[in-house]
């Protein structure tokens, strides 16, 4: 499920690499498989990794862990509240490490059932989505954080956080304009975090033409990659979000998200357009080649 993929030791906020030992030694107490989500995910692997600029970093860590139940969910954060460590917040999720960083801890796996939603007890008056999470956790990365003592997390993907922060956007607009902004700063980035090579070498076939852009090609191999991992109802639902968001008649709600952040808005819009635009054709051109069809 996943490999090594760089070495970021020394590179990462001291005390983000203790909150991320701690978790880890509550994790392996209980047996619980979890992986790294959301921002946390993203700044190492586009500022840490790649030495890219992130234009909204953050400092809070966030953890998906797959249980079967919210009796092993509980079974983790009572390891984590019996460390001394961690203290439970006003929110069922979200953990204090220390007086300081804050850290969210979302179940999933078998936990949400076929409907990919989970609900709080005792009240279950709180839901959140969690579809995308499966797909990302089987395609995750090996991310080693620190040398001495060696210590490796998994990390979600590019590929895997473009799949969760679609759905993420799309379940909680028009209060997710966050998730939008970093789909656009994935999509922008793709080709220099790590995959100018690839482009070079494995998908040539994007190279070329008068009008040639590394990013559109990027965002378009990202495209494929989403594809790798995203199969059956998750891939029909990001499917629908694009096909319903590019279309020309429809309000264009997520690229206008996109363009928000920018400093020319009908430049950024534009460029959003085309970033989405690739990453659809490159989503369907798996699937084509997954068939034999090109």
């Known amino acids: 499920?996943?490999?090594?993929?760089?070495?970021?030791?020394?590179?990462?906020?001291?005390?983000?690499?203790?909150?991320?030992?701690?978790?880890?030694?509550?994790?392996?107490i209980v047996g619980i498989p979890y992986f790294v989500v959301g921002a946390t995910a993203r700044d190492m692997i586009l500022q840490h990794a790649h030495g890219l600029k992130v234009r909204r970093a953050?400092?809070?860590?966030?953890?998906?862990?797959?249980?079967?139940?919210?009796?092993?969910y509980r079974s983790l954060t009572e390891v984590l509240e019996h460390s001394g460590k961690f203290v439970r917040s006003s929110l069922m999720h979200r953990f204090v490490f220390d007086g300081q960083e804050s850290v969210d801890v979302v179940p999933f796996g078998p936990i949400a059932g076929d409907e990919g939603v989970i609900t709080w007890p005792p009240g279950e008056d709180s839901a959140l989505r969690i579809l995308g999470f499966e797909e990302a956790f089987r395609g995750a990365l090996l991310v080693r954080v620190s040398d001495a003592p060696i210590l490796e997390v998994r990390v979600a993907t590019l590929a895997g956080l473009v799949i969760m922060k679609l759905v993420s956007w799309d379940d909680g607009y028009p209060d997710r304009q966050r998730d939008a902004e970093d789909l656009n700063l994935i999509l922008e980035s793709y080709t220099e975090a790590g995959n100018f090579e690839r482009l070079q070498?494995?998908?040539?076939?994007?190279?070329?033409?008068?009008?040639?852009?590394?990013?559109?090609?990027?965002?378009?191999?990202?495209?494929?990659?989403?594809?790798?991992?995203?199969?059956?109802?998750?891939?029909?639902?990001?499917?629908?979000?694009?096909?319903?968001?590019m279309n020309a008649s429809g309000q264009l709600r997520l690229p206008l998200d996109m363009a928000k952040g920018g400093l020319s808005f009908q430049d950024h819009f534009d460029q959003a357009l085309n970033l989405l635009s690739q990453l659809q054709r490159g989503l369907l051109e798996h699937g084509s080649r997954a068939e034999g069809l090109l």
Not at 4 to 27: G, M, P, Q, W, Y
Not at 58 to 72: G, L, M, N
């Open 1 to 28: 499920m996943s490999k090594t993929c760089v070495n970021i030791s020394n590179k990462l906020n001291e005390r983000t690499v203790i909150v991320f030992r701690a978790i880890d030694e509550a994790a392996s």
């Open 201 to 245: 070498n494995e998908a040539k076939d994007l190279l070329g033409g008068d009008s040639f852009d590394y990013v559109l090609a990027g965002a378009r191999l990202l495209g494929r990659d989403v594809g790798m991992i995203a199969v059956g109802e998750i891939r029909k639902k990001i499917e629908t979000i694009l096909s319903r968001e």
């Open 58 to 72: 953050t400092r809070d860590i966030d953890i998906a862990i797959r249980v079967e139940s919210w009796e092993q």
